[in-house]
């Protein structure tokens, strides 16, 4: 075998070496390439385990938000007026949510919880969620049985402790029954900000209707008619053609679905011609919105306004106030509970006349009023149980003996039904009678209220307090009735009233004093001369809720409180006028936050001040015009020269554009609080009216 010359041993030598290499190289690349897969793969793993921790978190905020904590209460809620009760749609249960009450030391406290009435058990839950409507008073729910129950809130309004910010929502919340749990309806279309409106249901459509909105210097009534779909989640409001009748402006009604459509049946509102003072009108007539629904058609939804006439009875009620009627849907009927009427005693006297009568109204064909008396246990032999009255006894109330007697024989017709059950106070025993009949099913009835809360279950009617006025006082109820509608026997207090209400009125004092600061409050409020005739008269018998508030905080505040005030408007005054001068931003919040506070207490305040002082969410145009004289006689008296005209003008107003650029950064951070409050741009332009113009047009918050 013939041998390898050296030449070629060195060159297999080197192809071997480079095979070597080669092999060498392609495992490494083989391993680098398991390497790399074996990577991503753990790096998908690691993005998995991210965004499952991504969601995993998004989760549990998600179930911190809207956790919903259920706690066994005694009782019902708290003092309050202005909430809602409502029946449950699919099942019995009550739900009572918000509510608004002022405590005798002037503060406002308004409430967002939801409760929850079991009759079967006799017990209530309250619900609570971070996820909720704000604290609110006057708005309105409605229910739906859709998906387990479902109850739409709408509106209301809010007011600081103090009141010197107030708010009209105009946001939209759906309350789920089977999760407890609420959520917020968000539309780029839906209706204003308002308070006092009702809403219905008519098969999935829900009709909102009317209400107010309070700027401040004069309540704005509302007749605008809305409607949401709960299947397209839509808001839409109705017009019609200005020949075509519709209701008045108004709050405060009765607003009852039937099968062809909703009854609407008085409400309260305020009449504001020129020249004349406004003059608060109790309305009682009556309105049926006929609606059809044929989707066959191009417009499936019709509405059209018809008015009904009041066919006179002695079971129709006489007109008043605060008494919203509830649905009996077994019978088709309304159910009306108490009120108020006011009535002018003379120029300066305003008497209100409190009821406690019970009244029907049949929502079919033409609808008619229906008496609701309750009835008397028959007697079994012997003269019944009777109990004689001492001289100088006393007995409940007054309508509680001549209740129903004559209403019966019809010999009185209207005026005995309504007029008899009047009370103001408890009376001791009449002349023409000794004797009480204990079984008197009329001696179980609720003292006279209105506003008081009403709901109808199946066939009970519940009655949850109310608003009841003794001479310069004003008390919330907080007492529990029911009563069976199918039988009308008697009254059953689940919960009696702690309120104590004195037996007589201290009226000799509080007429000499209200006689005396009559001058001084003239006075006062000559500056503004568009408060009413009937303000007036409602802050003499304290029934103006804001304004008597004012009044017993002025009346008790200590000097040292009043000085302090003093001295916080005039650091105010002296910050204000460093204009052009950096500020920091956190001094200046505190300057706004006190300059609102001090706007509110009115009291404290000089009338020239509250002139000369511009307010939050006016304008410079705005604060020179009402401010327009008080500047003009300040340049005529600062100038010491006889200047007239148009000069005087010019001067006044230079005064004012100084005095508006001392407080420009302060109303400006103030605007940024209303912002931050929920206030939009109009409302915010709105808001310094109401800090100027006093307590307002002279209705009480409860006569809205």
Not at 36 to 44: E, I, L, P, V, Y
Request: charged share 35%.
């Amino acid at each position: 075998m013939a041998k390898d010359k050296p030449g070629e041993a060195s060159t297999k030598k080197a192809a071997a070496k480079a095979q070597k290499k080669a092999k060498a190289a392609e495992k490494t690349i083989r391993k680098e390439k398991k390497k790399a897969t074996r990577s991503q793969r753990h790096k998908d793993d690691q993005d998995d385990e991210d965004l499952e921790d991504i969601l995993e978190k998004i989760r549990q905020e998600w179930e911190a938000v809207h956790t919903v904590t259920e706690e066994l209460v005694e009782g019902p809620p708290s003092r309050r007026a202005n909430a809602t009760l409502t029946p449950c749609p699919n099942g019995s249960h009550l739900w009572c949510i918000g509510g608004e009450y002022f405590s005798e030391d002037g503060k406002a406290y308004f409430y967002n919880d939801v409760f929850r009435y079991s009759p079967d058990k006799g017990e209530w839950r309250k619900f609570v969620s971070q996820t909720c409507p704000g604290p609110r008073s006057a708005h309105s729910v409605v229910t739906s049985p859709a998906g387990g129950g479902k109850l739409y809130l709408f509106g209301g309004e809010f007011s600081s402790l103090y009141q010197n910010s107030f708010h009209h929502y105009r946001d939209f919340w759906v309350f789920d029954i089977p999760t407890h749990t609420w959520e917020r309806i968000e539309t780029k279309v839906r209706p204003s900000a308002r308070s006092g409106h009702r809403m219905a249901m008519w098969k999935h459509i829900i009709v909102l209707f009317g209400g107010f909105y309070d700027p401040g210097y004069r309540t704005q009534y509302l007749n605008d008619t809305w409607i949401f779909d709960t299947q397209e989640y839509k808001w839409r409001q109705i017009e019609f053609k200005e020949s075509q009748q519709k209701p008045s402006p108004r709050s405060g009604f009765s607003f009852l679905p039937t099968p062809d459509g909703i009854v609407l049946h008085g409400g309260y509102c305020k009449e504001y011609s020129k020249g004349k003072r406004p003059v608060g009108i109790i309305l009682d007539d009556t309105w049926f919105l006929k609606m059809s629904l044929d989707p066959s058609l191009p417009t499936p939804l019709m509405l059209k306004w018809e008015k009904r006439k009041t066919v006179s009875s002695t079971h129709t009620p006489t007109a008043r106030a605060g008494c919203t009627m509830a649905l009996w849907s077994a019978k088709g009927t309304g159910v009306m509970f108490g009120g108020v009427t006011d009535e002018e005693q003379g120029e300066e006297r305003l008497e209100s006349v409190f009821w406690n009568d019970l009244y029907g109204y049949q929502l079919g064909g033409r609808g008619r009023w229906i008496a609701m008396h309750l009835k008397k246990p028959k007697k079994k032999g012997g003269g019944g149980n009777k109990k004689q009255v001492k001289d100088g006894g006393a007995i409940p109330f007054a309508q509680d003996l001549d209740d129903h007697g004559d209403d019966e024989s019809g010999e009185d017709g209207e005026k005995t039904q309504t007029r008899s059950p009047v009370a103001k106070r408890p009376v001791p025993e009449p002349k023409r009678d000794d004797e009480v009949d204990l079984d008197d099913p009329n001696l179980t009835k609720p003292m006279p209220r209105y506003n008081a809360m009403l709901a109808v279950l199946r066939n009970t009617l519940y009655i949850y307090g109310g608003i009841f006025e003794l001479g310069t006082h004003e008390y919330t109820l907080d007492d529990f009735y029911t009563l069976q509608l199918d039988k009308l026997e008697r009254f059953v207090c689940l919960k009696p009233s702690g309120i104590v209400i004195p037996t007589e009125v201290e009226e000799s004092s509080d007429e000499g004093e209200s006689e005396g600061e009559g001058s001084d409050e003239e006075d006062e409020d000559s500056v503004g001369e568009t408060e009413s005739e009937d303000e007036r008269k409602k802050k003499r018998k304290g029934k103006e809720k804001r304004g008597k508030r004012w009044e017993v905080e002025s009346e008790e505040e200590p000097e040292e409180q009043v000085a302090a005030n003093t001295d916080a408007e005039t650091e105010i005054e002296t910050q204000g006028t460093e204009a052009g001068k950096p500020v920091n931003k956190d001094d200046l919040r505190v300057r706004a936050t006190a300059f609102m506070d001090i706007s509110a207490k009115d009291a404290t305040r000089s009338a020239e001040d509250v002139i000369g002082t511009p307010a939050s969410g006016e304008t410079l145009a705005m604060f020179y015009a009402r401010s327009r004289e008080y500047w003009a006689q300040k340049a005529h008296h600062d100038h010491a020269r006889d200047s007239r005209g148009k000069q005087l003008r010019r001067d006044g107003f230079g005064l004012a554009e100084a005095r508006y650029a001392e407080y420009k950064p302060i109303l400006e951070e103030v605007e940024k609080i209303l912002a931050e409050a929920g206030l939009d741009e109009d409302e915010m332009k709105l808001q310094g009216k109401r800090e100027v113009a006093g307590v307002g047009d002279g209705q009480s918050r409860n006569r809205r």
